[in-house]
């Protein structure tokens, strides 16, 4: 007889887990501790929606964009939670003072769930919402943020909006991660995806933007609305800045005088070169891209965006 293997409850790595709680079947957990079911149709599908806001010196940031966002993405792919939006921001703000982090990542996602029998059928699925807080991370490395990310145009195309809507956040990623690695054999940092008309539209988990003859611009179709992107039209606007969202086709992108990119991961990131061509001719991360990374940071203070975190044992 074979000598069976040893039961074990749980294959946990503490290693592999960053410090962090997460919220599941209306439990507080320590992040290593949080299992789906690998039956959950977000796993087996990528069926499932998300959104991701973050802390920034104790308090979230946009917090009611994110949860607006989050709302209509569910609402979109037929799916509901036994909570609104208020009692997620409950969740989400006991995370983060469970957490105790003053700088956070903070993700909450609803999946399909499962369903009885493993129907097929996406209707007798029970949806499921889970949310969990990490360090606050960025999609750009501290070298990367000094020296400007590289970047490279891939012939991978993005996913085509008329099958997957790009303006629910979604985790249909291999269109992503090919060309990540497209990218990361052409020496680049990382990748930006063309749509079916040779345009430009996003990269992995970030908006793009072209400065020229001080105007800027951003994809406006095929693309995730950014709650940092829409920063950025707000940034614009009070500073008298012009900003389009509309059509970039790669040559205005290769031909722009500063290029940056926007996720909540990381806020404004400065580009310095497109592939392996320096960005304006210069080697230096562009001056209307430092202003706005300096600005971004600045309207965190901001009441009107800012939602206060109470962490225990703080007179706050
Ligand atoms: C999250 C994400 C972004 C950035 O959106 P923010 O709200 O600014 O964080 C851009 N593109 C894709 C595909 C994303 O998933």
């Not at 000598?3 to 992040?31: C, E, F, W």
């Not at 920034?56 to 946009?62: S, V």
């Not at 957490?99 to 996406?122: H, L, M, Q, W």
């Amino acid at each position: 007889m074979h000598k069976l293997p040893k039961l074990t409850s749980r294959h946990v790595d503490r290693r592999n887990y960053p410090p962090g709680v997460a919220y599941m079947d209306g439990q507080y957990l320590p992040i290593q501790e949080a299992k789906l079911s690998i039956l959950d149709y977000g796993f087996l599908h990528s069926d499932a929606t998300y959104d991701v806001v973050h802390v920034w010196k104790g308090a979230f940031f946009r917090l009611g964009d994110h949860l607006d966002r989050f709302f209509r993405g569910m609402t979109e792919l037929h799916m509901s939670i036994p909570y609104d939006k208020a009692e997620v921001a409950d969740i989400l703000h006991n995370c983060v003072a469970l957490s105790g982090f003053k700088n956070a990542y903070v993700e909450f996602i609803c999946t399909r769930g499962t369903s009885p029998n493993f129907s097929r059928d996406p209707r007798d699925a029970e949806n499921r919402f889970v949310a969990f807080v990490i360090p606050f991370g960025s999609v750009a490395n501290k070298e990367q943020m000094e020296r400007g990310l590289h970047i490279a145009v891939t012939d991978v195309l993005r996913i085509p909006p008329s099958s997957v809507d790009p303006t629910v956040k979604n985790y249909h990623w291999l269109d992503m991660v090919k060309a990540l690695y497209a990218a990361y054999e052409l020496g680049a940092d990382t990748a930006v995806l063309l749509d079916a008309n040779g345009n430009v539209s996003e990269g992995p988990g970030f908006n793009i933007f072209a400065v020229k003859d001080g105007v800027v611009s951003t994809p406006d179709l095929g693309v995730l609305l950014g709650i940092t992107r829409q920063t950025i039209f707000d940034l614009c606007a009070e500073m008298g800045i012009e900003c389009h969202a509309q059509d970039i086709a790669v040559e205005d992108l290769k031909s722009a005088d500063e290029v940056f990119v926007t996720s909540t991961a990381g806020g404004v990131m400065p580009v310095s070169q497109m592939d392996r061509q320096p960005i304006g001719g210069a080697r230096e991360v562009g001056l209307l891209t430092k202003r706005m990374m300096a600005l971004y940071w600045q309207i965190h203070e901001d009441d009107k965006y800012r939602n206060a975190i109470s962490y225990p044992g703080s007179a706050e």
